[in-house]
């Protein structure tokens, strides 16, 4: 049976599992902390908020902080333990794909997302000790993590791309996917719990990265096809073993351009991270905070927040789309989607009540703009032979700083919680600065050098060749 070059699907159904349970973890988490500081029962409060049902004597106040604290800490132990092993894998595999294809960059994270999910349910219906969930994000690292699956997603989509404004539609559309799906993932949370408990939701979204991996080995089509062989030899030269292949991509990402095209290049990169760095950072600690009083939020507000939040991954697309059609510059779109994240911020360190939690939603529409834009930036300064090479390198530097980022801010929210829980949002809202100045730097250079890019396209063998002008006609392409 003949492939499909669709990996939007993968993508779909990916993040509608991953955040079925995303919001629960720091909900599980919470509850069980609860349970072992005060040995009571985590107050569930059909009200929309559980301050309503509670006693706020100062005691109880102190009794949020703690668990406040501990879960902050609780993330911060499963991040530490998690980075660098999904660092190196994704540096290698991504990289590594470009010779062996980008289907193992696809199918890895996906098996180690379902032993995080897998884990998860088991300690859920055991009632095992919750930091078997720190051994299991160590174990489900091992085979990759988002930026392995996303690094993956994005070189198989610049490998089928025919110009410039259909890769940066294609690449802003499989974050709106993320946004969308995960948005009904997030809003199903908050009623399956209320339902069914946890056990329910962990065991539906392993189902659902099942039948992605089944739909990843036997029906997604590889893009990139090995050229053929002699002996030892690839590509008429002695083979190398493949860690040294990967280095060399890497090396030839920054080596096989102009002078003026690595500078861009590595701003846009700084760009890239330090924006992610503040993003993430701030937005990882929202349910954390929703959790905290004064809101005290229940699992169905939760729920309704994360799902409205997804609307800013359509609104994105929307306005990467807009903005593109109507010949917009793209570092103009960028920093627009900055200005956008600072905005937010910025109020949301100030939202005390359930209205003013919602509406903060509205002034970061157009954050996740920058994401697709830079990404499209960077694809375009490079070869196509050296597209797999380049996510890697965006793939690593994403994963360490969202990684970093989180592990930065849950000590920060750890150690401010007592006295300003929103200290996290204007930290991260002034960090916006940074990428916003080094914007500035790379608009005096001229970010338009892909007239000097070396674009060398010997790496695809005829019957690849052939195998893309077929896939010219595809609608989803058109």
């Known amino acids: 049976m003949k492939g499909l070059y669709l990996v939007e699907p993968v993508v779909a159904l990916y993040a509608f599992s991953s955040f079925l349970i995303y919001p629960l973890v720091q909900q599980y988490v919470y509850r069980r902390l609860w349970q072992q500081l005060t040995n009571t029962t985590y107050p569930i409060s059909s009200n929309t908020s559980r301050c309503v049902a509670t006693n706020s004597s100062s005691n109880h106040t102190n009794i949020h902080e703690e668990v406040q604290r501990q879960a902050s800490l609780f993330s911060l ?20 794909s470009d010779q062996g294809g980008r289907k193992i960059t696809i199918v890895m994270p996906l098996i180690g997302a379902l032993i995080y999910s897998s884990t998860f349910l088991t300690v859920s219906y055991f009632e095992l000790n919750i930091y078997l969930l720190i051994c299991s994000s ?108 990967v280095i060399s991509g890497i090396y030839q990402v920054f080596a096989g351009t102009s002078c003026r095209c690595r500078t861009v290049l590595t701003l846009l990169m700084i760009i890239f991270t330090s924006f992610s760095f503040a993003y993430i950072g701030g937005i990882s600690l929202v ?75 509205v002034p970061m529409l157009l954050s996740i703009m920058p994401f697709p834009v830079l990404r499209s930036m960077m694809s375009k300064i490079i070869s196509k032979s050296e597209q797999g090479a380049l996510f890697a390198c965006l793939s690593f530097l994403e994963s360490l700083t969202n990684n970093v980022s989180s592990a930065v801010f849950n000590s920060i929210y750890a150690a401010t919680v007592a006295w300003y829980p929103g200290f996290v949002f204007l930290l991260s809202a002034g960090l916006c600065a940074i990428p916003l100045s080094v914007l500035g730097v790379v608009a005096l250079i001229g970010s338009d050098v892909t007239s000097e890019a070396k674009r060398p396209e010997t790496f695809f063998t005829e019957e690849e060749i052939h195998v893309e002008d077929e896939d010219d006609n595809s609608p989803l392409l058109s």
């Open 138 to 245: 160590f174990l489900s690292s091992l085979f990759g993590g988002l930026g392995t699956f996303l690094g993956g997603c994005f070189a198989y989509i610049a490998d089928l791309s025919k110009n410039e404004h259909q890769k940066t539609l294609r690449m802003a559309g499989v974050d709106m996917m993320i946004g969308l799906l995960s948005g009904v993932g997030a809003i199903s949370t908050g009623y399956f719990l209320r339902a069914a408990g946890f056990n329910w939701p962990f065991f539906t979204s392993a189902l659902c990265l099942c039948l992605t991996l089944l739909y990843s080995i036997f029906i997604l089509e590889e893009t990139v096809k090995k050229a053929p062989t002699d002996g030892d030899t690839l590509n008429g030269s002695p083979q190398c073993p493949a860690i040294k292949q």
């Open 287 to 361: 349910t954390l905070y929703e959790l905290n009083e004064p809101l005290c939020w229940s699992e169905i507000l939760i729920g309704y927040g994360s799902a409205l939040s997804t609307t800013v991954f359509l609104i994105s697309f929307v306005g990467v789309s807009a903005f593109t059609y109507c010949g917009v510059p793209q570092l103009v779109i960028v920093m627009l989607g900055i200005l956008s994240v600072m905005s937010g911020m910025i109020l949301l360190a100030f939202a005390k009540t359930t209205a003013l939690m919602f509406i903060v939603r």
């Open 77 to 96: 132990y499963s991040e530490l333990l998690s980075t660098i092993p999904s660092l190196i894998v994704t540096l290698m595999l991504v990289a590594y």
